[in-house]
């Protein structure tokens, strides 16, 4: 699996209860939490995020992080966990970068039809198989909209202009 493209490890959606915490942990895939409502935090490399709907935020292999839901406003998010050898030239495309963990997510839900998509293609089958990597694709051509609608990034007719990111 570590030579291909892209691939999911897991996803999810989740209703967390008050102080539902995680962490210190380790992760060895990439997951991206999409905040659906609610509150929670986010800490990663000693910074704390505080964020709540409509945005959504990454964590990277090997990074220490910590993360919970609000006292009062506990958060309901969903969740994608995947790798690949063009999973960091694909975050970045979504806007992702060590600089940048956390961002706005102007419409989540056809983030969370692709994620209930695939996990209603949960049964091991050749066939589902290839519908959970083309909703994962799908979600990912999502984020990528996203980040250019939230980026500005159109040339002088309107037209969207591909951004490859530089790495760090």
């Known amino acids: 699996e570590a030579f291909m493209d892209l691939y999911l490890v897991h996803c999810g959606i989740e209703h967390c209860q008050p102080n539902h915490f995680l962490g210190p942990s380790f992760r060895d895939e990439y997951i991206i939490h999409f905040v659906l409502e609610g509150k929670g935090r986010y800490t990663v490399g000693g910074i704390t995020y505080f964020l709540s709907a409509n945005q959504m935020f990454l964590?990277?292999?090997?990074?220490?992080?910590?993360?919970g839901a609000d006292e009062?406003?506990?958060?309901?998010?969903?969740?994608?966990?995947?790798?690949?050898?063009?999973?960091?030239?694909?975050l970045r495309?979504?806007?992702?970068?060590?600089?940048s963990y956390v961002l706005p997510l102007k419409k989540p839900d056809p983030v969370v039809e692709c994620i209930t998509n695939i996990l209603t293609s949960a049964q091991l089958s050749f066939s589902n198989d290839l519908k959970r990597n083309g909703y994962?694709?799908?979600?990912f051509s999502c984020l990528?909209?996203?980040?250019?609608?939230?980026?500005?990034?159109?040339?002088?007719?309107g037209s969207k202009q591909y951004d490859y990111g530089t790495s760090v």
């Open 59 to 67: 964590i990277y292999p090997g990074e220490e992080i910590r993360y």
């Open 72 to 90: 009062d406003e506990p958060w309901t998010y969903a969740w994608i966990g995947f790798n690949g050898i063009r999973a960091e030239s694909t």
């Open 93 to 99: 495309g979504c806007g992702f970068s060590r600089q």
């Open 136 to 139: 994962l694709l799908m979600l």
């Open 144 to 157: 990528v909209d996203n980040y250019n609608s939230i980026s500005g990034q159109t040339t002088k007719n």
